[in-house]
């Protein structure tokens, strides 16, 4: 069997799973799937490259609803429709004891215009590792909870497009630190949540375009997350990720977007944003719709 027969099985795979555990999330729990009684929305959401946190930037939440005696996840799918490229990623993740997080998604890149009928594709293994604190914030809590995590990436499609374009290697590992904090009352009364991440990355455009480049490898670069939420079950927020620039060819912008998230039961959130990817290679101001599906357990 062929490789690119392999990923595309996975990648079907990947999205029935994500239909079937969609159906039992809002049927309800299962005896299979239900794994405690964390509360509602402190996995996070999955953000595109697989953790668990916001769309665009990981957080310190361990995916999940299990406690710390039990074994969770969630299945994700996730498409973001910039103005010339189509950006899908699929994926599974595991939460153990709400202290270890691991997982594993699937990107795939359209190239649109700028190369017909040609995708870039990319696989990317993830661990985090809760360290210490508590996401919920009361009075014996201060600290926010804090986690380490790694992303390793690697790029189906280094040669022709990211070779050509300057990238100097196929793979690439991200290192971050999360700091995650959630205000069961706070401003006006609600629900508020907060991340900052720091990322230390040689990827470019999140590892499609492959890694490191003319202008040099790693760097250490922030990101963040705000939200509130409106209702006991809907979310609204922003997030920033920080970009830099390894390769001469083309220039990187921040990643920005603005969502809003439901939770219609605990094993079941969508998510609806507007995100600004601004330059993608050869093409500006690449915004547009940004969808995502999650089921937990």
Not at 70 to 87: I, K, N, R
Not at 97 to 110: D, F, G, I, W, Y
Not at 126 to 139: E, S, T, Y
Not at 156 to 172: E, I, T
Request: with cysteine.
């Amino acid at each position: 069997m062929s490789w690119n027969r392999c990923l595309a099985l996975t990648r079907l795979s990947l999205r029935q799973a994500l239909g079937l555990l969609v159906l039992g999330g809002l049927a309800g729990p299962s005896p299979a799937l239900h794994a405690g009684d964390r509360l509602l929305a402190t996995g996070g959401l999955t953000q595109i490259e697989g953790s668990g946190g916001g769309g665009l930037v990981p957080w310190a939440l361990i995916t999940g609803l299990e406690t710390e005696d039990q074994v969770g996840g969630s299945a994700f799918c996730t498409d973001v429709a910039p103005s010339d490229f189509t950006l899908e990623s699929c994926g599974l993740a595991f939460g153990i004891h709400n202290r270890l997080e691991l997982s594993v998604a699937r990107e795939h890149l359209s190239l649109g215009e700028t190369a017909p009928g040609d995708t870039l594709s990319q696989t990317i293994i993830g661990a985090k590792l809760r360290l210490f604190g508590d996401a919920i914030i009361d009075q014996d809590s201060v600290w926010p909870q804090l986690a380490l995590g790694v992303q390793y990436k690697r790029n189906s499609n280094y040669d022709p497009v990211p070779k050509s374009l300057g990238a100097a290697h196929a793979d690439g590992t991200d290192f971050y630190a999360a700091a995650t904090k959630v205000w069961l009352a706070g401003p006006f009364g609600r629900t508020w949540i907060a991340d900052l991440t720091l990322r230390e990355t040689e990827a470019n455009q999140l590892g499609l375009l492959g890694f490191g480049g003319d202008l040099g490898r790693y760097h250490l670069v922030p990101e963040g997350s705000l939200g509130v939420f409106l209702t006991d079950t809907i979310a609204i927020g922003a997030e920033d990720r920080h970009k830099h620039n390894d390769l001469s060819s083309f220039r990187e912008n921040d990643f920005r977007d603005l969502f809003i998230a439901w939770w219609p039961t605990k094993h079941f959130a969508a998510t609806l944003a507007y995100a600004d990817l601004g330059n993608i290679a050869n093409k500006p101001s690449q915004s547009g719709a940004y969808v995502s599906m999650q089921s937990s357990w």
